[in-house]
């Protein structure tokens, strides 16, 4: 019952601190606002186009970007001198200009130049054979109007109706595109639930990592101290400090579990998985938390070596970058960490239906890691409450 | 030291004057219109109760405060918030232990010396010094986060006395201290008084005023309630002293005797001697033991029990001094 | 001035006793900068790509589509080619991943297309692999526009001209419109790279997140000493008020600006990261480093306890770095993120870091960031100066 008691002084002191509350509730949810906002528009590709007089023409090309298979993200520009920054800073991936009067001079039977902008090395080189297809789409219509005009009379102008006319109705002569394989993200995933998936676990662990402050409290000031001063065993006072660490880092989840859900429709999946997934790395912080406390000096080191620990680990673990994205190297140290078991298990269950059963094996490693983690925690303790 | 010994009670200007200092936090009045003189060599108590104004008071003297009212001067000298130079002359010995516990003790001191305009050798010749008078020679490389509660009060004293000042301030520097340790600062503070610092000590510690003091101001509610000598503070309450004497003899005879003496209000025979009431037991002690030897008694022991500042101070204020 | 350096060395001292100070100055910065830069492969912007080719047809037209548009891409170094022997091996090396995409010219495409029937070139991308997929679509789209242009030009004559179609006269009419010219051209530039590289940018956007943490010490050692009593004692003695915040400001800044210079070395040494121009990089860093002191000042000095100062500090912190970019590029999330991003040191701090990606950027490409810099820093630090004053004399 004791120990229950000291369980319940750590979430009352966590409801007091408004710095832990911070921290612990308000921050990761920022945070998962802040990602989805970024990412909320996928990873498409980004042009800006410069044109102050496109015509009826201008405006046919700049809409084709529009119409393909993933459509990009345009953004328009009418001044020179921040298109060339948009494209130098990478707000844009690639950038293009239209020339002046350009629909007038197409039609006036003009040859005109497109500039298309990239910035060395980057992802636009690989963007351009695309702007180049949709302008020689264009450019077929016109040069088909022009030969038009010039066999059988007329505007090139005029003529552009009667080839649009015409090329509806000749048979298809077309590329067409299928995709294969299983997607790494699926459309589940994006958005904010990734971003709310990485967060949880990042900021449980941090929490545990720099909350074990009682524990160190107890064992620095000597624990003949303090059962002389409350008569409350050792035993007591680990156990309770483990159920409120635990108490604690299962409130953590609970409160972004179900904020992001409300707030920005993020999936967890199926309840018992994600559950499972979510008390096992629960009682990983909790252990953590334990060890921490058998380790540190003063709570101020537990603050500072905890934060960049649980920063460091949560960056390997896949956290702040996806996994997916590490050289293949670092993809295996990254499963050294509890938080890419986790984060393996929530994504199964979120983006690809995975049931209580199938997370099994991801909450079976997390178990392990809490094991792990308590038990040299104890022995630790044993070695230093013992002397 | 360099400055000669001053003898007690003589007319050289004094070292501290302030007068009618005043200050008010929000609408509660914490100091109102306190005043007084120190003179070189000269120990001066301020004797209240906790939140009496003691501290504000003083934070008023050494320039850390702005005040609302009043002057002070430091040997001759205006000292206020705006005038850093004028505290050259004050050593400040604050009530909490000003001291960085992350430092060494003389790491400490090598700091404070410095902002005292004070180094190379001199300042270390000097932290040999200071370190000698409060007894912490052989510590003064530790760190002061490894020094017991007496040590870091002495240590907290010894930055005070760095520069040689001419005024000496001791908020409560005994506040949390173990006897020991206690005794031994009481004693180098009574040894910086002879040797001519003009010193001002706070204390709520009835006992420290008695011993260290040569005058004594009582303080409440930040004003003045009395000053003056111990004798001077009793007399007002108009207490005398009592005299018990352990003898055989006649003692009724020896009484009547005695009664008759200027300075004797009352002598009662008592169990196994007398008691004498007297007026200055101390200035006629001689005289009252003649009359009574030639009274026939044979006197074994003399007790003389003189009232004392908690009496004054219970009778200016109504209240107990302790917390 | 003497008593501002003997309070200045005195705090240096406190703090690099501190070994939890060192934690966050040093230690931690470069510990996620290393680890990001560990994490996200140098090069990750480039566009490299794998396309197997599978030529059922093995007519002229497919046999030019290969000599033309797809070997210019392995020319470009944008692709590697790899040659199949079939649509369904193609398929299974696409669902692995083996290759982003597969380019499939079915048999008979070349006959069809000289028909004048209904023909397709058939892209097989990998899901994940989208730009992949764009790039080869675009690539045989850009094919088949030329062959449907001339085909679009001799089949709109003809119908224009109402006449019956003649084999001879298409003919004669592709070859003329073969010859016609492209009216719309592309002229391909490349733009300076105003970006930093990963490793740069990581080590930039971690030292300015932690700066935040190591800028607040001299304000907060202010609060700290007026609980412990030790101001009072500093301000007992013959010291002028500015001398102390003077003195607390310099330890900060020589603090922060040295932890600062180590990790610029550090990060070049170890992580190659290329921060450019020492000048310039040199204002920047000033440039933060006064902002930050400001910012952290200003917070301080509104608080009334050490700890509350510390807990809005790192709200502050954590929010400016998010606001900022320092987290991840505010370039792609909306409009409001982005304006709302000049109001922080991080922001400028790191465009300008970007700004001297370019080999001949110097002190002239950074001006606007190191004045933005200078001002956020100005502005706050006065007024936090000024109540920091306030803190050292009591009232």
């Known amino acids: 019952m004791k120990a229950l008691a000291i369980a319940r002084a750590n979430l009352v002191r966590l409801g007091r601190d408004r710095l832990g509350l911070f921290f612990v509730v308000l921050l990761p949810i920022l945070l998962v606002l802040v990602i989805g906002l970024q990412f909320a528009g996928g990873f498409s590709p980004r042009i800006g186009v410069l044109a102050t007089d496109p015509g009826p023409l201008g405006d046919a090309l700049i809409a084709s970007f529009d119409r393909l298979q993933e459509p990009w993200q345009r953004t328009r520009f009418t001044d020179r001198t921040a298109w060339i920054d948009a494209v130098e800073r990478g707000t844009v991936d690639a950038g293009i200009a239209l020339p002046d009067r350009y629909d007038e001079r197409l039609r006036a039977g003009e040859d005109v130049a497109i500039e298309y902008l990239v910035e060395g090395g980057s992802v636009g080189i690989g963007l351009e054979t695309t702007v180049r297809a949709l302008v020689a789409a264009q450019a077929a219509e016109v040069r088909a109007a022009r030969f038009v005009a010039a066999e059988a009379g007329g505007t090139a102008g005029a003529r552009l109706d009667d080839v649009r006319r015409v090329a509806a109705a000749l048979p298809d002569l077309r590329v067409s595109t299928e995709t294969a394989g299983e997607e790494v993200f699926p459309a589940a995933l994006l958005g904010f639930t990734l971003g709310a998936q990485s967060q949880l676990v990042l900021f449980v662990f941090l929490t545990s990592l720099t909350g074990a402050t009682q524990l160190i409290l107890t064992r620095t000031l000597g624990v003949s101290r303090r059962m002389l001063s409350t008569p ?107 938080h890419a078991w986790a984060l393996d298990g929530l994504r199964a269950l979120a983006g690809r239906d995975a049931t209580f059963v199938g997370v099994m094996p991801q909450v079976g490693v997390l178990l392990a890691f809490a094991a792990v983690l308590l038990g040299l925690a104890v022995w630790r303790l044993r070695v230093v409450l013992t002397r | ?111 404070f010396a410095r902002l005292y305009g004070l180094s190379g050798g001199a300042a270390r010749a000097r932290i040999d010094e200071v370190l000698e008078i409060v007894d912490l020679a052989d510590r003064g490389g530790d760190r002061t986060d490894q020094y017991s509660g007496g040590m870091k009060r002495r240590l907290n004293i010894a930055i005070g006395l760095l520069h040689r000042p001419r005024l000496l301030v001791l908020d409560e520097p005994t506040v949390g201290v173990d006897p020991q340790s206690r005794n031994a600062i009481l004693a180098s503070v009574e040894a910086l008084g002879r040797e001519g610092m003009a010193i001002l000590y706070t204390t709520h510690y009835m006992e420290e005023a008695e011993r260290l003091c040569d005058r004594v101001g009582i303080i409440d509610e930040g004003r003045i309630q009395a000053e003056g000598t111990r004798r001077e503070l009793v007399s007002l309450v108009g207490q005398r002293d009592t005299v018990n004497l352990a003898a055989t003899g006649d003692l009724p005879a020896a009484a009547a005797a005695l009664a008759g003496l200027d300075g004797v209000v009352e002598a009662t025979p008592a169990d196994g001697g007398l008691e004498l009431i007297v007026d200055d037991a101390r200035g006629n002690l001689a005289r009252f033991l003649g009359t009574a030897s030639d009274a026939g008694l044979s006197v074994s022991a003399v007790e003389v029990v003189e009232p004392n500042l908690e009496a004054v101070f219970l009778h200016l204020t109504g209240r107990a001094l302790r917390d | 001035m003497r008593a501002a350096l003997a309070i200045a060395a005195k705090d240096l001292r406190q703090r690099i006793r501190d070994r939890s100070a060192i934690a966050i100055a040093i230690v931690a910065p470069f510990g996620l900068a290393a680890m990001f830069a560990l994490l ?234 290329r921060w450019g121009d020492p000048a310039a990089v040199s204002l920047l860093v000033l440039g933060v480093v006064v902002s930050a002191m400001g910012i952290t000042a200003l917070i301080t000095t509104l608080t009334r306890t050490e700890e509350q100062a510390g807990n809005w500090n790192s709200i502050a912190a954590m929010v400016l770095a998010i606001l900022g970019g320092a987290f991840f590029p505010v370039s792609r999330g909306p409009e409001f993120l982005q304006q709302a991003s000049v109001l922080t040191p991080h922001a400028w701090f790191l465009r300008g870091i970007g700004d001297l990606a370019p080999p001949d950027a110097g002190i002239s490409a950074v001006l606007v960031p190191i004045a933005a810099l200078f001002a956020i820093g100005i502005v706050t630090g006065a007024v936090g100066l000024l109540r920091a004053a306030r803190i050292v004399v009591g009232r």
């Open chain 1, 232 to 338: 409350t065993s050792v035993a007591t006072i680990l156990v309770g400090e483990f159920l409120g660490r635990f108490a604690v880092a299962l409130t953590q989840a609970l409160i972004i579990v179900v904020a992001s859900s409300v707030a920005f429709g993020v999936v967890w999946g199926e309840l018992a998985g994600a559950a499972a997934v979510v008390v096992a790395f629960a009682l990983v912080g909790a252990g953590a938390a334990m060890l921490i406390g058998a380790v540190a000096t003063n709570p101020e080191q537990a603050g500072s070596f905890g934060v960049v620990g649980g920063m460091l680990l949560g960056a390997a673990g896949g956290c702040m970058v996806p996994s997916e994205f590490f050289p293949p190297v670092m993809q295996t140290v990254s499963r050294l960490t509890p």
């Open chain 2, 1 to 111: 030291m360099t400055e000669p010994a001053v003898v007690h009670g003589a007319t050289a200007p004094p070292v501290l004057a302030c007068s009618d200092l005043r200050k008010r936090y929000g609408s509660r009045v914490a100091v109102d219109g306190v005043g007084f003189t120190i003179a070189a060599g000269e120990t001066y108590g301020l004797l209240g109760p906790n939140g009496a104004g003691k501290t504000t008071t003083i934070s008023m003297i050494c320039g850390i405060l702005v005040r609302d009212g009043g002057t002070v001067e430091v040997a001759g000298t205006p000292v206020d918030v705006g005038t850093p130079a004028a505290r050259a002359a004050i050593g400040y010995v604050p009530q909490d232990l000003a001291i960085y516990p992350d430092l060494t003790a003389r790491e400490n001191l090598a700091f």
């Open chain 3, 40 to 273: 996200i492969p140098t090069g990750a912007g480039a566009f490299q790509v794998t396309y197997a080719v599978v030529d059922a047809d093995r007519g002229p037209l497919a046999a030019a589509f290969r000599a033309g548009p797809l070997a210019g891409l392995v020319d470009a170094g944008v692709a590697e080619l790899v040659e199949l022997p079939s649509e369904a091996v193609a398929r299974d090396r696409v669902a692995a991943r083996a290759v982003d995409a597969a380019i499939v010219i079915p048999a008979g495409f070349s006959d069809a297309v000289v028909a004048g029937v209904a023909a397709e070139i058939v892209v097989v991308g990998n899901v994940d692999a989208n730009l992949a997929t764009q790039v080869a679509t675009s690539v045989a789209s850009g094919f088949i526009d030329e062959l449907a242009a001339i085909r679009l030009a001799v089949a709109t004559t003809i119908v224009v001209e109402g006449s019956v179609p003649d084999p001879a006269r298409s003919t004669e009419l592709a070859e003329r419109a073969q010859r016609t010219r492209v009216p719309i051209d592309i002229v391909g530039t490349t733009a300076d790279s105003r970006q930093a590289g990963s490793a740069t940018f990581y080590a930039a956007s971690m030292a300015v997140f932690f700066l935040f943490f190591t800028a607040q010490f001299g304000v907060l050692s202010l609060l700290g000493e007026r609980r412990t009593g030790t101001l009072s004692r500093i301000a007992a003695a013959p010291v002028p008020a500015w001398a102390i915040v003077l003195g607390k400001a310099l330890a900060t800044f020589v603090l922060a600006a040295g932890s600062m210079t180590v990790l610029v070395v550090a990060s070049s040494l170890l992580l190659g990261a």
